[in-house]
Every structure is written in structure tokens, then in C-alpha cells.
């Protein structure tokens, strides 16, 4: 087992790679809540960035992002999804920490073999 990473050493990596391949990027943030970006798919995709947006498996990946985080010592009192996270146009949905340590922080984590589309959900009209 991997020691747990402090999040200190994950800002000043600047982009950490966990042990099952997942990456987590740390940055300063504009909000003073901090956020989370989730990606599942490595190429730019026009599908992914135009219509899928507004259907990201946010269920699915919640328990992933938890684990990842608590790899870098953030253990958020509330994690909660927003299609607002970052834009007030649903462009760049995300989760909302609840968590001192993360206030003013934004991280980007990639998460690999995760579903990326929840088919539940529709998209827009292409
Ligand atoms: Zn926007």
C-alpha cells in the first residue's frame, strides 16, 4: 500500500498519478468553495464536450473522486454535484466541497476506466 499522499505534497507535484492510474491536478481556485472537474475521457471529443455535458455519471463517479481525494488527505465534510460548478451556464458542471482545506482550490481529476456518459439522462439536440 501506498502511503496517503498530503495535500500539500499533491499542490506542490502540481499533477499527482495514484496508484491505479487516476491523476489529480491541485490549482488556486476562484471560488472560495472548492471545486472538482471530472474527466473519464482522455481526447478532446466533440460528443463529450457538446452534448454530454449535461449528462456526466456524477453517481458513478462520486465514490471514485472520494477515494482519490482521501489518497491526497482531503476527506470533505459534504461533496455535492453542481451543473454550475464552474460557469453560470451548465458548461462546466463539477462537485462542490464542503472542506476548509480545499477552500480557494479547484482540482482536475481523470478518472480511467470510469463510464463517462449517463444514459438515463438526454443530451442536447445535436
Ligand atoms: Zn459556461
New binding site residues.
Given amino acids: 500500500m501506498t502511503k496517503t499522499m498530503t495535500f500539500q505534497a499533491a499542490l506542490s507535484n502540481g499533477k499527482t498519478t495514484l496508484p491505479d492510474g487516476t491523476t489529480v491536478q491541485v490549482r488556486r481556485g476562484d471560488t472560495r468553495q472548492g471545486r472538482v472537474y471530472v474527466s473519464a475521457v482522455a481526447e478532446f471529443n466533440v460528443l463529450e464536450d457538446l452534448t454530454n455535458r449535461l449528462r456526466r455519471p456524477h453517481k458513478a463517479w462520486r465514490p471514485m473522486v472520494l477515494a482519490a481525494l482521501e489518497q491526497i488527505g482531503i476527506m470533505p465534510t459534504r461533496m455535492y454535484w453542481s451543473q454550475y460548478a ?7 458542471p463539477g462537485f462542490r466541497l464542503d472542506c476548509t482545506e480545499t477552500e480557494y482550490y479547484a482540482f482536475w481529476i481523470h478518472l480511467n476506466n470510469a463510464p463517462t456518459v449517463d444514459e438515463t439522462k438526454s443530451g442536447r439536440e445535436l
Avoid: I, Q
Fill in positions: 464552474g460557469c453560470s451556464c451548465p458548461c462546466s
